[in-house]
């Protein structure tokens, strides 16, 4: 497998993953560009793997779960989010303003 | 150096701790059984009692002893610091053993009368624990074997004058007193801790033994630093003993209870600092400067509270200055260099003025219950008052005369020889220099005054016409014997103690200056030389005779009591009369100079500027101020918005990986 194109797909999912947290207001958007960023660093971490050894793949493992439980609470709480407001603009919700 | 210890010296922590239990039973009495009057009683007077006799045994073990040295008993060890190492430590050697059986003694006969005087006092038990408190600490200032041992009894002391001046403290005016009394005396202590330093500094130790061992070597004669440390004791002296400029404090400290002012503030602690200097006298022996400071301090102060004496009416604040007056003559002596007649004045006075308190707590004793039977409400102190008392209370009058016989010095009362032992020895350096002559001026001059108002109070008091008032004057009485008793001891006393050091003249002569010797020795090695021939001796004796017979006599011809008013009807003086009645108005000046002025910079400076603008309003506010705006400045960068998050997150760790991987 060749590392170079791997590498040059994970930068490109990466840079669209921030690209859509930045940019995009739908608050499930930009927890999909998470995801996708997530996956961007993963396919790093597996493509580094062929040739560093294996705990790149053991750490991919951890990151899936992680991200499993993010969603998790994160789908939760846009639920929860959605409930209140009937909106999931991500503009709309700045109570945090100092 | 410490000779071997006889048995009887042993017992000496035995004196100092006896009072010591005398103050914890009454003062746990006084919280939990205030009116168990016997019991206070027999604890308050019979530990002194009881100390005495220890005292007397353990200055037979110093008599029977002859020892070179002092004996010097270690209990603990106090301060172990570096190079400092102070223990608590009693020294006995004859200039203790005087004090020893001065302060018991006397301490003694004053507790038996305060159980006549203060019979009817709700604060029975404080006050009895107060006085053994006292007492303790007296000990322990005068047992001290250094200086910081001395310095607890010292404060010890001052403590204890101050609860006993501010007893009464329901009025205001007895508390201001206390305080006054404190206040005073902390500027001397400031003095006595400077002169601390200073002796440690050069000597690396503060054990009386070591120091004046050390002091010959270490400071040449009229040293800048030798002078600067007798100075600087002499100031914490002049506190404690009432002198120029620290004097104000001891007639206001009148406002106690009389036997309080007997004990402490005329037999006792305001005698301490004339003890300090006698037992430094290796230092002061040292310090031309200083000793001559101390002598002219003691003269004028001799001579200055004897004027003020002249026109005061209160009984009591007439002794006051006498006191001031007399502790003058004693710093004249020990400032000349004559330590063992400053001592032996100490010792006589201390019987002569102890009676004369105790006889005017007596009076006021009477005038005040007389009054109190009619329920008028007229001043119990006041001389206008009295008049006439001799009829009724005989014992009392005459055992006031002994004691006023003896403090004008009439031969061959105690007053005589200590009083004119003094000015002889300062007489005698005018040989020296010329400028003793006038301070033996400054003392005749006094001893004339001292005359002439103790006669005056003695009129006033007890002879002429009544002026209490009709009904009361039913109501005078002698006091009780628990009370007349101890008066008649300390009459006895006022007589015989003049025998204790005879002039040289006189066979059987300077027996006290004799048994002083091992401690004023070294004193007098580097000190001046007394060089005053029988003939000149003979002269002084009836000069200082004819003196007192001029005071008296001269009361007695110019003083009309039969023209005087009762203090309500009095009209105030005028003229010079004016100025010595209101005390040359120093209280006035020093509350101008002084106290105003530092009231003034408390407020305006302390108050206003450094604590409500500097430190509240730039210091703890300005530090709150900085905090919040601050703070401000970082809640503009929290939008609130996700985006602007993310964005700072991303742009940040772009600049982080720039910065790691370059």
């Known amino acids: 497998m060749l590392l170079g194109p791997a590498l040059a797909v994970s930068a490109m999912l990466f840079s669209i993953g921030v690209g859509g947290v930045l940019l995009r207001r739908n608050a499930i958007v930009i927890f999909m560009s998470v995801e996708l960023m997530l996956n961007a660093v993963n396919l790093t971490f597996v493509a580094l793997a062929q040739q560093l050894g294996p705990q790149g793949q053991v750490i991919v493992f951890f990151v899936m779960a992680v991200a499993a439980a993010e969603a998790a609470v994160g789908l939760a709480i846009m639920l929860a989010i959605y409930r209140h407001r009937e909106t999931l603009d991500i503009d709309e919700f700045s109570l945090l303003r100092g | 150096m410490t000779p071997d210890l006889p ?112 019979r009817a006092d709700p604060s029975y038990a404080r006050y009895f624990a107060y006085l053994n408190l006292f007492v303790f600490f007296m000990l322990v200032l005068i047992l001290g074997a250094s200086f910081p041992v001395m310095f607890v009894g010292w404060e010890g002391v001052g403590l204890c004058s101050y609860l006993l001046i501010g007893f009464w403290f329901e009025e205001k005016a ?76 001891l007639p206001d400290a009148m406002a106690g209870p009389t036997p309080v002012s007997a004990l402490i503030h005329a037999a006792t602690m305001v005698t301490a600092g004339v003890y300090l200097v006698a037992r430094a006298n290796v230092l002061f022996a040292l310090a031309p400067i200083a000793s001559l400071v101390v002598a002219t301090v003691g003269a004028v102060t001799a001579l200055f509270a004897a004027t003020i004496a002249l026109k005061q009416w209160d009984i009591k604040k007439i002794l006051a200055y006498s006191t001031v007056s007399q502790l003058g003559y004693m710093f004249l002596g020990v400032g000349v260099g004559a330590w063992a007649s400053g001592i032996f004045h100490l010792v006589t006075h201390a019987f002569f003025k102890a009676l004369l308190f105790l006889g005017a707590g007596s009076v006021i004793h009477a ?95 007890f002879h002429g016409p009544n002026r209490t008032g009709e009904e009361e004057r039913d109501h005078l009485h002698e006091a009780p014997w628990i009370m007349t008793g101890p008066l008649v001891v300390l009459g006895v006393g006022s007589v015989v103690t003049g025998l204790l050091n005879l002039p040289h003249v006189l066979p059987g002569a300077g027996w006290l200056e004799h048994w002083l010797e091992p401690v004023t020795a070294a004193g007098m090695l580097s000190g001046p030389e007394f060089h005053l021939g029988a003939r000149t001796e003979w002269l002084l004796l009836l000069g200082a005779t004819a003196i007192a017979a001029a005071g008296i006599g001269g009361a007695w011809r110019f003083l009309r009591p039969e023209t005087l008013r009762p203090a309500r009807e009095a009209t105030p003086e005028a003229g010079w009369q004016r100025v010595l009645a209101r005390k040359y108005y120093v209280d006035e000046i020093y509350d101008a100079v002084l106290v105003r002025p530092l009231v003034w ?31 401000w400045l970082g809640t503009r960068l929290q939008t609130g918005r996700a985006g602007t998050y993310v964005g700072v997150f991303v742009v940040g760790a772009l600049v982080l990986l720039r910065v790691l991987t370059r």
């Open chain 2, 367 to 461: 005038v005040h219950h007389a009054y109190h039977a009619t329920h008028r409400h007229e001043d119990a102190q006041d001389l206008r008052n009295m008049g006439g008392l001799a009829r009724h209370m005989p014992w009392t009058a005459t055992l006031m005369w002994v004691a006023t016989l003896a403090i004008a010095g009439v031969p061959p009362f105690a007053g005589f020889f200590s009083k004119d032992e003094i000015l002889a020895r300062a007489f005698a350096l005018g040989h020296e220099a010329w400028v003793f002559y006038p301070l033996w001026g400054a003392g005749v001059v006094a001893a004339l005054l001292t005359a002439f108002y103790m006669t005056r109070l003695m009129l006033y008091t």
């Open chain 2, 601 to 631: 910079f408390s407020e305006r400076v302390l108050w206003k500027v450094a604590d409500t603008f500097l430190i509240d309003g730039l210091g703890v506010n300005g530090a709150a101020r900085v905090t919040r705006f601050t703070g």
């Open chain 2, 7 to 118: 048995s009887s010296v042993q017992l000496v922590w035995l004196v100092a701790a006896l009072p010591l239990l005398g103050f914890l039973v009454n003062g746990v009495l006084s919280f939990v059984r205030p009116l168990a009057t016997r019991t206070v009683s027999a604890v308050g007077a019979g530990v002194l009692v009881a100390a005495f006799l220890v005292a007397a045994w353990v200055v037979s073990g110093v008599v029977r002893g002859h020892a070179e040295g002092p004996y010097v008993l270690t209990f603990w060890s106090w301060m172990p610091v570096g190079d400092l190492a102070v223990d608590v430590a009693f020294q006995v050697d004859p200039l203790s053993a005087v004090m020893l059986l001065v302060v018991t003694g006397i301490g003694a006969l004053i507790h038996v009368f305060s159980i006549g005087y203060m």
């Open chain 2, 174 to 249: 007895n508390a201001d007193a206390g305080k006054k009394a404190f206040i005073m005396n902390r500027i001397g202590d400031a003095g006595f801790l400077v002169a601390m330093f200073l002796i440690f500094q050069a000597t690396g130790s503060l054990t009386f033994v070591d120091v004046f061992a050390a002091a010959p070597g270490v400071f040449e004669v009229g040293g800048p630093t030798i002078e600067l440390i007798t100075l600087a004791l002499f100031l914490g002296c002049a506190g404690k003993s009432a002198q120029i400029p620290l004097y104000t404090w």
